[in-house]
């Protein structure tokens, strides 16, 4: 069957979900998912994300070109959910979610306990990319938690790294999981 095109990606998933947490000028916290997302350098390390230029998130890494990746697992899904609602500028989606901040050694934002890791990157590209902003960033400082690896990778049966498919609907192990 012949798909719209605005509706291509929804066949290219489920996609790693991450969870971009920022500051901004004033040092407020900002956290929101990202499932457009992708590694495009092993050395330098980069990896890269397209944003709609009127998020929040965005405006933070203009203003401060700093931004820490989190990799949720399933034990998080509605509080990710939750980052992903639209509250006004200022407003601290970690608090909303009751998720906890955990201090980063190298940028301002801090990053998210609950994930299974946390990537801090320091923004090195930002191209307008159609409708959305193509961001790039050096991860400046890598970080993991020991049970969410196994032999060097990650560990999927322990943290079931949430994937998403389009919507409401994620994939969680080898299950479809709608958000209530
Ligand atoms: C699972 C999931 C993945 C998302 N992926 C993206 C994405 O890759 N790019 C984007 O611009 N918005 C994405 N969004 C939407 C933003 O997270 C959402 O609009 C959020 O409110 C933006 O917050 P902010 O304005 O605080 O940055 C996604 C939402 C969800 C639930």
Not at 24 to 31: L, P, W, Y
Not at 37 to 65: C, F, I, K, R, W
Not at 169 to 174: A, I, K, L, R, S
């Amino acid at each position: 069957m012949e798909l719209e095109l605005s509706q291509f990606y929804r066949v290219m998933a489920p996609r790693t979900t991450i969870i971009v947490t920022t500051v901004n000028r004033k040092g407020e916290i900002n956290a929101a998912p990202f499932s457009f997302t992708m590694p495009v350098s092993v050395n330098p390390p980069l990896l890269a994300l397209a944003s709609v230029p009127t998020h929040h998130t965005y405006h933070n890494l203009q203003e401060t070109g700093e931004f820490v990746v989190n990799l949720p697992g399933e034990g998080i899904l509605d509080q990710l959910w939750i980052t992903s609602e639209s509250f006004p500028a200022g407003v601290n989606e970690l608090e909303k979610a009751h998720l906890t901040p955990k201090e980063s050694l190298i940028v301002k934002a801090p990053a998210i306990k609950e994930c299974a890791a946390q990537l801090e990157c320091k923004v090195v590209m930002d191209r307008e990319c159609g409708d959305h902003q193509l961001v790039v960033g050096e991860v400046v400082r890598a970080t993991a938690l020991e049970e969410s690896l196994l032999e060097g990778l990650l560990d999927v049966e322990k943290t079931k790294p949430l994937l998403h498919l389009g919507g409401k609907d994620f994939v969680v192990g080898d299950h479809r999981k709608r958000v209530e």
